[in-house]
């Protein structure tokens, strides 16, 4: 008999359910009693059925789930890839724009640099055979004024009424001849200075465009920015007054024209960041230590805004008004230095001044320095 129609039977008849049934052998509860107790063995069996088969849907589901959870930290990996993908792209991007910015530029200065230094090729001759044709006539001035020296004494000698006398005395009279003794050398000396300044922002023009774009060289920097100041002077010389305290350097591994273009930037923007009067310091330094040398401009301007200073160096920043600046003096020197495997510190402080500190190494890697060795 099955355990549960046994467990009923006792339930509703009491611990001793013989003694109200039918006695055993009634054939007709017999028969009743296993077709009841056939019903609880089917329903056994499909409750097992049914669990069964409910456990396989469980690990069924469970796959599924697994399988869903794979694919979706699949795609969320081949998604942060593509994003990964598409910054790269946009760097480059930038980084190619950039480039082809600072080409633009580079070739720009490069074409300026060429005429510079036409410009100064012509000069030169006829600035040379002037400030020699100045020297001479100083020699002939003294002599013609020794003449009229001599003119002077013989008029003295002559009596009062000697007509040649008092035309001697009245030519020098007309002619204003102590003024002219004391204003012609003035003038000749004037006229020496001026040349020698005309000789000299030459020379800085040549020196400035030395055509040697792109090559390495042994080169000593304060010769370069002592020309570059030269050039620049022009604009500094209203705004500021400059001083340079320039130390004692060794000869570095570097591009004169293009760091020359570093310096004339920075120098430039010292300038138009001041706004009546103030000072520009500029200032070099050997570092032994770390093997560079130091070149430090800083300024009493008007200083640069903290959200300014991390753009400074983009290509095409620039807060001066149309017309006054393109904004790539500072990408263009910051990629310079860079190429001298170099660095350009900047600190600032608003209303009180800025400075840029470039640091160069004195070696250059081996490509470069193999190019050095060439042009030395
Ligand atoms: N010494 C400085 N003091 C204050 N601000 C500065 C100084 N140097 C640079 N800046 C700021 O950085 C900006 C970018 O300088 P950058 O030299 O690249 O371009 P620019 O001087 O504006 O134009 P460009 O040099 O092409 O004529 C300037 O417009 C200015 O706002
Ligand atoms: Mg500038």
Redesign the pocket.
């Known amino acids: 008999m099955h355990p549960l129609l046994e467990r009923q039977i006792r339930r509703h008849l009491g611990e001793h359910p013989e003694t109200v049934l039918p006695p055993p052998g009634d054939a007709a509860w017999e028969h009743l009693f296993n077709a009841i107790g056939e019903s609880y063995e089917q329903l056994d069996r499909d409750l097992l059925l049914r669990e069964q088969a409910l456990n396989l849907t469980s690990e069924e589901l469970n796959r599924r789930n697994d399988d869903l959870r794979r694919e979706l930290a699949e795609r969320t990996e081949t998604e942060e890839a593509l994003q990964r993908e598409k910054g790269e792209q946009a760097a480059l991007i930038t980084r190619l724009e950039d480039a082809k910015r600072q080409l633009l530029y580079s070739e720009k200065m490069a074409s300026i640099g060429q005429l510079a230094a036409g410009v100064a090729h012509e000069i030169n001759n006829p600035v040379g055979f002037v400030q020699s044709n100045i020297n001479t006539l100083a020699g002939y001035v003294e002599d013609l004024f020794a003449l009229t020296d001599l003119l002077e004494e013989v008029a003295a000698g002559l009596p009062d009424d000697s007509p040649l006398g008092r035309k001697i005395r009245e030519s020098c009279e007309r002619y204003d001849l102590e003024f002219l003794r004391e204003d012609v050398p003035k003038l000749l000396s004037e006229s020496r200075d001026g040349v020698s300044r005309v000789r000299k922002i030459v020379q800085d023009l040549r020196d400035f465009s030395h055509p040697d774009e792109g090559k390495f060289a042994w080169i000593d920097l304060n010769p370069g920015i002592v020309s570059t100041l030269n050039i620049v002077n022009n604009e500094l010389k209203y705004k500021a007054e400059v001083i340079t305290e320039l130390g004692e350097l060794p000869l570095i591994e570097a591009n004169q024209n293009q760091l020359n273009q570093v310096f004339l ?1 920075l120098l ?3 300038a ?2 001041i706004k009546d009067k103030g000072v520009i310091n500029v200032a070099t330094r050997h570092l032994p230590e770390s093997g560079e040398v130091c070149i430090s401009i800083a ?1 009493t ?4 805004p903290p959200e ?1 200073l991390k753009r ?1 160096f983009d290509p095409f ?4 008004p149309v017309g006054k ?7 263009l020197s910051y990629g310079i230095v860079q190429k001298h495997h170099g660095r350009i510190e900047v600190d ?1 402080q608003e209303r009180a001044g ?1 400075l ?1 500190q470039v640091f160069l190494p004195i070696h250059q890697p081996a490509a470069e320095a193999s190019a050095a060795g060439q042009q030395a």
């Open positions: 930037n430039v923007n010292a138009h960041a300024d301007g008007a200083g640069i300014n400074i920043f620039t807060t001066k600046g393109t904004g790539l003096g500072l990408s600032s800025t840029f």
